[in-house]
Every structure is written in structure tokens, then in C-alpha cells.
């Protein structure tokens, strides 16, 4: 069964803007509760926060037709938070915590951006004024509703050799592909580690390069050629010796038509074979290696050689309903009050009857709610 992520992981900058907006969106608004999941509430300034992100998800996604797609989701933005608070609220139950999860995650950010250790991730989240904590915190959020999804539905997903072969019949002009190579790539980079980039700066220009630099790049790069000839892994090499800001992902570059590489590395990586690798590549950045993932050849491939990316699209379909339904029975055995006003797009009406919110007007209600909610790292 292949593993979907269910929330997508966030880089550390494209944080910056959204937690930034979260600031200033969150000083400006009169709060109240507005919905209570079990002894959790949801405030009217976590629900704004929620629809920013949601506009900052869309233009990410869909740069061009964003705002359409906006509009049809501005409505679930509620059911959204509940959705979470309710998964959260299992993983507890399950004893999914995420803590070793998240901690190997925000080093693997660290390593995409280049950084020696944790405290300079830290540093330079400050630079970019985010929140650190709250960063890591949303972190954690995501991967524990992620494996709460994964065990609780996903797990229960199941995929049929007749329903690859049905879905594969009926999608022949989809599948029709022209030549094309996906590519791995290890790095040794001929320059020295960049500083953490401050807010408001342009990046630095490359430094000429030097040749005690160059020499010692060129011969690290021999050596990791040595070791994949001797049968290393090429993605944990990548991941423990690469330069690139793919390294994390074991080196994967993603897919390349005839045309989109340089001339060059067209040449050297069009001639191979799924799961060989190129000789040591003198490029501008430093040293390359790269290794095709999977080399397919113009038409509609045999379905053996796309069944994993078949369940992976036939998954997906069976996911989303599924998870409706499982959040729908979660509702059902949960205590959840919605204020008059506000609309959960999710509720089922098998929940018990709601009781009217009455207008909050106490600040301290809302403040020890707060802080209860902070207590128990259950942030928005």
C-alpha cells in the first residue's frame, strides 16, 4: 500500500509571509469563541488565521485561478479546524506524539537550508521573523494528524490487481507519455557553506572559486563515486554527502522531458538505463552524479512499470471519502458546540444536539483558554 502524505510539508520560508499575516491579522480582531471541540475552543482569531492560510495554500497551488478556488474553500474553513482538533484529539488517544517525527524533520529543513546545526535553524527563523516554536509546533501538528490519517484510514485501503488493470484501460490517453528520465543527484559543491540569509537582503553572489576548495570537492566527489560502484545506496549518499537542496529527498530532482537539461547532461543521462548513474560531472556549482530513477520511453507504458503510481492515483480516490466518513464518525462521538452564525460544512446529523453558545464577553474565559490550549501544545 503506498504511503500518502496526507499535509504537505511546509519549507521554513514559505512560513515567513503566513505567519507574519497571522500577527497582524490575529492584533486586530475582537476575539470570542465561536466553536468548542470536547474542553477545546476554537477563537473568531483562529478561524481568520485559518482562512489566511488557506489563501496562502491556493496561491501557492494554483498561482493562476487561486482566487476561484479560494472562494468554494473560504466556507470549510471551520470544518477545517475541527477536522484537526478531532485528529489530534485521536492521536492522543493512540499515543501518537510526532516528537521524534518532527525532530527529524526540522533537521532535514536544517540541511535543505544549508545549516550546521539546530540553534542556526533557530537563528535564522528569527531573521525571517517566524516564530520558531510555533513553527515547530505546526510541524508536529502535521505529522501527527498525518499518521493518525495513515493508520486509522489509509491503513483500512484496499487496492485490487482489477482495479489497476480497470483504472489503467480506462486512462490509455492519459498515460501516453513522451521519452522522459526522473534523476537523482549528489552535489559536492566547490563552494564554501552560505551564511544564513538575513530578512530583507538580496542573496550573496557565488564567491570565486578556490582551488584548494576545488581540489578537495573533486576528490570527495571520486570517493562517493567509489562507494556507489561498490554498491552504496545512491539516496543515502545524497542525503549524508550532497550539496544540493535536494539532498533531504535522497537527491530526487524530479522529471525531465528531451529538452529541458543542458545539452550535456541530456547526453549523459538519456543513454542510461533505470537505476544507473553518470560518471563524476564538472558543472558551475561543483561536482554532480546523477542517477536515473526510472528512464520511460515514449507511449503509454506497460502497466507493470506504473503500477505503483496506479494505486498511488486509485489510493488518493478512495482517500478523500474515506477520511469524510471517518471525521464524520468521529463528529458523532464527540462533543462539538458551534456558535449561531458559524457553520461546521462537516457536521453530520447523527451529533448530539448542540447546546447555544452564549455570547463570550468575558476576556478571561478566552484567556485561560488560551492558555490551556498552550499548555497541552494544541496551537493554531
Given at each position: 500500500?503506498?504511503?500518502?502524505?496526507?499535509?504537505?510539508n511546509?519549507?521554513l520560508l514559505?512560513?515567513?509571509?503566513?505567519?507574519?499575516?497571522f500577527?497582524?491579522?490575529a492584533?486586530?480582531?475582537v476575539?470570542?469563541?465561536i466553536a468548542?471541540?470536547?474542553d477545546?475552543i476554537?477563537?473568531?482569531?483562529d478561524f481568520e488565521?485559518?482562512k489566511?492560510?488557506?489563501?496562502e495554500?491556493?496561491?501557492e497551488?494554483?498561482?493562476?485561478?487561486?482566487?476561484?478556488r479560494v472562494?468554494?474553500k473560504?466556507?470549510d474553513v471551520?470544518r477545517?479546524?475541527?477536522d484537526?482538533?478531532?485528529?489530534?484529539d485521536?492521536g492522543?488517544e493512540?499515543g501518537?506524539?510526532?516528537?521524534?517525527?518532527?525532530?527529524?524533520r526540522?533537521?532535514?529543513i536544517?540541511?535543505?537550508?544549508?545549516?550546521a546545526t539546530?540553534?542556526d535553524?533557530v537563528?535564522?527563523?528569527e531573521?525571517q521573523?517566524?516564530?520558531?516554536?510555533?513553527f515547530?509546533?505546526?510541524t508536529r501538528?502535521?505529522?501527527v494528524?498525518?499518521?493518525?490519517?495513515g493508520?486509522?484510514?489509509g491503513?483500512?485501503?484496499?487496492?485490487?490487481?482489477?482495479?489497476?488493470?480497470a483504472?489503467?484501460?480506462?486512462?490509455?490517453?492519459d498515460?501516453?507519455?513522451p521519452?522522459q528520465v526522473?534523476?537523482?543527484?549528489?552535489?559536492?559543491?566547490t563552494?564554501p557553506?552560505?551564511?544564513?540569509?538575513e530578512?530583507?537582503k538580496?542573496p550573496a553572489?557565488?564567491?570565486?572559486e578556490?582551488?584548494?576548495?576545488v581540489?578537495?570537492a573533486?576528490?570527495r566527489?571520486?570517493?562517493?563515486m567509489e562507494?556507489?560502484r561498490?554498491?552504496a545506496?545512491f539516496e543515502?549518499?545524497?542525503k549524508?554527502?550532497?550539496?544540493g537542496t535536494?539532498?533531504?529527498?535522497?537527491g530526487d530532482?524530479?522529471?525531465f522531458?528531451?529538452g529541458e537539461?543542458?545539452h550535456?547532461l541530456?547526453?549523459?543521462?538519456?543513454s542510461?538505463k533505470?537505476?544507473e548513474?553518470?560518471d563524476?560531472?564538472r558543472?558551475k556549482?561543483g561536482f554532480?552524479?546523477?542517477?536515473?530513477?526510472e528512464?520511460q520511453k515514449?507511449?503509454?507504458p506497460?502497466v507493470?512499470e506504473?503500477e505503483?503510481?496506479i494505486?498511488?492515483?486509485i489510493y488518493?480516490q478512495k482517500?478523500?471519502?474515506?477520511?469524510?466518513?471517518y471525521?464524520?464518525?468521529l463528529?458523532e462521538?464527540?462533543?462539538?458546540?458551534?456558535r449561531?452564525g458559524?457553520?461546521?460544512?462537516?457536521a453530520s446529523p447523527r451529533?448530539?444536539?448542540?447546546?447555544?453558545?452564549a455570547p463570550v464577553t468575558s476576556?478571561?474565559?478566552?484567556?485561560?483558554a488560551?492558555?490551556?490550549?498552550k499548555?497541552?501544545?494544541?496551537l493554531?
Open positions: 500500500m503506498p504511503k500518502k502524505t496526507w499535509l504537505k511546509t519549507p514559505v512560513l515567513v509571509l503566513l505567519v507574519c499575516t500577527q497582524l491579522r492584533d486586530n480582531i476575539d470570542e469563541i468548542r471541540v470536547g477545546y476554537i477563537t473568531r482569531s488565521k485559518g489566511v492560510t488557506q489563501i495554500e491556493m496561491k497551488r494554483y498561482p493562476s485561478d487561486w482566487q476561484t472562494n468554494d473560504q466556507k471551520l477545517e479546524l475541527i484537526q482538533q478531532l485528529l489530534l485521536k492522543k493512540l501518537i506524539t510526532g516528537d521524534i517525527e518532527t525532530t527529524k526540522l533537521d532535514e536544517r540541511r535543505q537550508l544549508h545549516l539546530m540553534e535553524l537563528k535564522a527563523a531573521q521573523g517566524v516564530a520558531y516554536e510555533e515547530k509546533e505546526r501538528i502535521g505529522i494528524t498525518q499518521q493518525v490519517v493508520r486509522e484510514v491503513s483500512r485501503i484496499h487496492i485490487t490487481s482489477d482495479e489497476v488493470q483504472w489503467y484501460q480506462q486512462h490509455q490517453n498515460l501516453e507519455m521519452e526522473r534523476l537523482a543527484e549528489i552535489l559536492i559543491s563552494q557553506p552560505k551564511p544564513p540569509m530578512k530583507g538580496e553572489a557565488p564567491l570565486p578556490d582551488p584548494a576548495q581540489a578537495q573533486e576528490a566527489a571520486k570517493e562517493v562507494e556507489l561498490k554498491g545506496k543515502e549518499l545524497a549524508k554527502d550532497s550539496n535536494t539532498a533531504a529527498q535522497g530532482l524530479g522529471t522531458k528531451r537539461l543542458a550535456e541530456e547526453e549523459k543521462t538519456f542510461l533505470t537505476g548513474f553518470t563524476v560531472i558543472t556549482q554532480l552524479i546523477l542517477k536515473v530513477i528512464h515514449a507511449g503509454v506497460a507493470k506504473i505503483d503510481r494505486r498511488e492515483a488518493s482517500l478523500e471519502p474515506a477520511l469524510r466518513a471525521l464524520t464518525r463528529r462521538e464527540a462533543y462539538i458546540d458551534v449561531p458559524y457553520v461546521d460544512t462537516g451529533q448530539s444536539k448542540p447546546v447555544v453558545l476576556r478571561d474565559e478566552i484567556k485561560s488560551k492558555a490551556k490550549k499548555k497541552k501544545f494544541w493554531f
